[in-house]
DNA sequence: AATTAACGCAACAATTCTGTTGCATATTAA
DNA sequence: TTAATATGCAACAGAATTGTTGCGTTAATT
């Protein structure tokens, strides 16, 4: 039964890693934070307000998209990108498996030093 | 007050980048899942099972304690970790806010188109 | 005391990541 | 049509990450 836990932990952590490593830049968790508060906005509209260059928003923005976080659809001559919350939903529920498996070991813990 | 949901976001977004990115590596997270699952754990307990050499373990290990997702304290000639809750309930709240800013960003478009 | 086990440190190569620059293309505006 | 805007592509340098190997130190075992 906690095996099952664990399991469900290993098995697409790959997947998982590569949602975190995408919001593991500062920058990145910046544009999130952008999209979810108004989507969409092209490129130009999101490297306003930083130090850096577009092309390195526009690289940026490829991360996040590659592994879901963010969408984008050409609309005339400018890419226009919205926040998804399907990636974000998914570690959050992995997140809050690993805190049920620490509750389970505390408990475990706790029964043994009770026993 | 929807700007204070967004300054709350921007303020330590390094911060949370840094849990974000430790968590972002595949091995790092299957030794987070471990360590939640059983902890203490040795590193040479926690190699068992990886293709990766100790010292990549080790290596992994730092990253994670560097971020306090994990904690350590050398007994005898072993080193033990431990799981530690605190950063990832951290992110994990994060998370919510930014989940809590894209329903308000709905309920905004959501009123405009009604209107 | 000698051996084994667990670990830390440091150096190295290979790879990946970041950000910039320069140039080309497509769309909109005047 | 001409000019301005928004973007994409590719090459480059610098930095950071990853994993290994070799060696030294400390602690437990016999």
Request: with cysteine; aromatic share 4%; net charge positive.
């Amino acid at each position: 039964m906690s095996d099952n836990v664990r399991n469900d932990l290993s098995d697409d952590a790959g997947a998982q890693a590569s949602v975190f490593a995408a919001l593991g830049d500062e920058t990145r968790l910046l544009l999130v934070a952008k999209l979810a508060h108004r989507s969409p906005q092209s490129i130009t509209q999101l490297t306003t307000g930083s130090k850096l260059t577009r092309q390195a928003i526009s690289r940026h923005l490829r991360v996040l998209e590659d592994v879901g976080v963010v969408g984008s659809a050409r609309r005339g001559r400018e890419s226009l990108f919205a926040y998804r919350p399907e990636p974000i939903c998914g570690i959050a529920a992995y997140l809050d498996l690993v805190a049920k498996q620490w509750d389970q070991s505390l408990a475990r813990l706790k029964s043994i030093v009770e026993a």
